[in-house]
C-alpha cells in the first residue's frame, strides 16, 4: 500500500526561491499540490521558475522580497495573500554565507549575515505568523486555521565548523528562535520546524568540490558524498503536511550524519 501527502488547497510561501534549495523546496512543494509563491529579490529568476513550474501542472506565483527590509517583507507577504489566498505554509530558505576567520569578520560582515539569516528569517515568520494567528482567533478570514513553517537552518547550526563561523552563528540562532517559536506559537496550531541541510550540491557551490579542498572536504564526510537538492523533497514535505500535526519544535537534520 502506498502514501501519498497531498497539499492541494494550501498556500506556501517560499522565500529565497530564485535558485538552489529554495527552488527545488518550490518544485517540491507545487508538485505535492500546493500553490507556490515564490520570494527574493532576482524577479526575473523567479519568473523563469514560475514558468517551469506551470509547464509542470502546478500553480506558482511571484513575489519580490528584501528580507533585510521589514517593509519589503510586509509588502511581499500581503501581496502573496491578495494574489493566492492565505498562507497555510512558510518555506523560510532566504539566506547568504561567508567563509572567513573569525579574527577577520568586520562588523559589515556580522551585520550582512546575521541581518539576512537570524534577523530576516525572524521578521518573515512573525509577518506570516501574525495572520495566522488571526485567522486562529478567529479575527481574519480563512478556511485553514493553524500553520507550518519551516524554518531552513544548516548542520553548520549544530556543529561548530572552521572559516564559517559567523554563518554557523546565524543558523544557530535559526535552531533556537525555530523552538522558541515552537512553544508560543503552538497553541494556535502553527508547527514551526527547523531543517538543518549538510553539504548539499547546488549551482552556488558546485564547482567547489572538483578543487582540492572541496576534495578534502568531502572526504571527511561520513559517506565521502554531498547531497542533491532533491534529498531533502521526503522531509521537507513530511513538515509541511497536514499529517505532521504532532511535530513541533523539531530540529531535522538532514546532513549525512556529518554533524555526529
Known sequence: MSYNIDLSGRVALVTGAS?????????????????????ARRVERLKSLRAEIEADGGDAHVVA?????IDSIKAAVAHAETEMGTIDILVNNSGVGSTQKLV???????????????????FVAQEVARRMIARAEGKAPGTFTGGRIVN????????????IGIYAVS?????????????EWGRYG?????????????EINHHQWQTESGKKLVAMMPR?????????????????????????????????????
Not at 152 to 163: C, E, N
Not at 171 to 183: D, E, I
Request: a negative charge; one cysteine or more.
Open 65 to 69: 522580497l528584501d528580507v533585510t527590509d
Open 104 to 122: 577577520d569578520v568586520t562588523p559589515e560582515d556580522f551585520d550582512h549575515v546575521m541581518g539576512t539569516n537570524a534577523r530576516g528569517a525572524f
Open 152 to 163: 531552513i537552518a544548516s548542520m553548520a547550526g549544530l556543529k561548530a565548523l572552521s572559516r
Open 19 to 39: 535558485s538552489g534549495l529554495g527552488a527545488q523546496f518550490a518544485r517540491t512543494l507545487a508538485r505535492a499540490g500546493a500553490g507556490v509563491v515564490l520570494a
Open 171 to 183: 543558523k544557530a540562532a535559526v535552531v533556537h528562535m525555530t523552538r522558541a517559536m515552537a512553544l
Open 190 to 202: 502553527i508547527n514551526v520546524n527547523a531543517l538543518c541541510p549538510g553539504y548539499i550540491d547546488t
Open 224 to 260: 565521502k558524498r554531498v547531497g542533491q537538492p532533491r534529498d531533502l523533497d521526503a522531509v521537507l514535505v513530511m513538515l509541511c503536511a497536514n499529517e505532521s500535526h504532532f511535530v513541533n519544535g523539531a530540529v531535522i537534520a538532514a546532513d549525512d550524519g556529518f554533524s555526529l
